[in-house]
T-cell receptor, first 117, second 115 residues
Framework: AQKVTQAQTEISVVEKEDVTLDCVYE???????LFWYKQPPSGELVFLIR??????QNEISGRYSWNFQKSTSSFNFTITASQVVDSAVYFCALSEVSGGGADGLTFGKGTHLIIQP | DAGVIQSPRHEVTEMGQEVTLRCKPISGHDYLFWYRQTMMRGLELLIY????????DSGMPEDRFSAKMPNASFSTLKIQPSEPRDSAVYFCASSHSGQVNRELFFGEGSRLTVL
């Protein structure tokens, strides 16, 4: 069965610090997709990134970067030079594609990131 | 292009009452999902549809919960009778099977409080 673990329940850092959010996943499929979503205080879920299991290249988007390592089943998310607006709950999620269906996403419990001014 | 639209945004009801949550997926999307978010359990998949047909309802907590999708542009999640432990934010999401990446587009959620 698929599972996503975000061991960090809450992280608090001071603005401008770098912060890494950990995500470890479990799946028996060889083909799968990994996602990160952001949930700001307003409550909506905002898509950040998707990565398929065959693409282990790290990705950088502005202050955000993602490190995908199949060897450790991890898909970590780093925010560089954090800002107060980054304060939110961040969810890592996994989608298996066995059977060709969409399956929906299995989410981790989320990491509440607090950026203090 | 409109996103996933959910209504109501907030609902407060008393235990025992029927609750109906509504969702309009993004036009052209053939998958629709209902999720529930609570502090204790996080985001849980309740049920999902493909081309209006329920595919997996194993996440539906119990018989008090039911979901329908009468057409491609509308779905409902009904709780009857409601209980205080049903208090949560209910999200609807949709996706398109042509997307390789399986991205889900979420609505803004319906916050349900059962007193």
């Amino acid at each position: 069965a698929q599972k996503v673990t975000q061991a960090q329940t809450e992280i608090s850092v001071v603005e401008k610090e770098d912060v890494t959010l950990d995500c470890v996943y479990e799946t028996r499929d060889t083909t799968y997709y990994l996602f990160w979503y952001k949930q700001p205080p307003s409550g909506e879920l905002v898509f950040l990134i998707r990565r398929n299991s065959f693409d282990e290249q790290n990705e950088i988007s502005g202050r955000y970067s993602w490190n995908f390592q199949k060897s450790t089943s991890s898909f970590n998310f780093t925010i560089t030079a954090s800002q107060v607006v980054d304060s939110a709950v961040y969810f890592c999620a996994l989608s298996e594609v066995s059977g060709g269906g969409a399956d929906g996403l299995t989410f981790g419990k989320g990491t509440h990131l607090i950026i203090q001014p | 292009d409109a996103g996933v639209i959910q209504s109501p945004r907030h609902e407060v009801t008393e235990m025992g009452q029927e609750v109906t949550l509504r969702c309009k997926p993004i036009s052209g999307h053939d998958y629709l999902f209902w999720y529930r978010q609570t502090m204790m359990r996080g985001l849980e998949l309740l049920i999902y549809f493909n081309n209006n047909v329920p595919i997996d309802d194993s996440g539906m907590p119990e018989d008090r919960f039911s979901a329908k999708m009468p057409n491609a542009s509308f779905s409902t999640l009904k709780i009857q009778p409601s209980e205080p432990r049903d208090s949560a934010v209910y999200f609807c999401a949709s996706s398109h099977s042509g997307q390789v990446n399986r991205e889900l587009f979420f609505g803004e959620g319906s916050r349900l409080t059962v007193l």
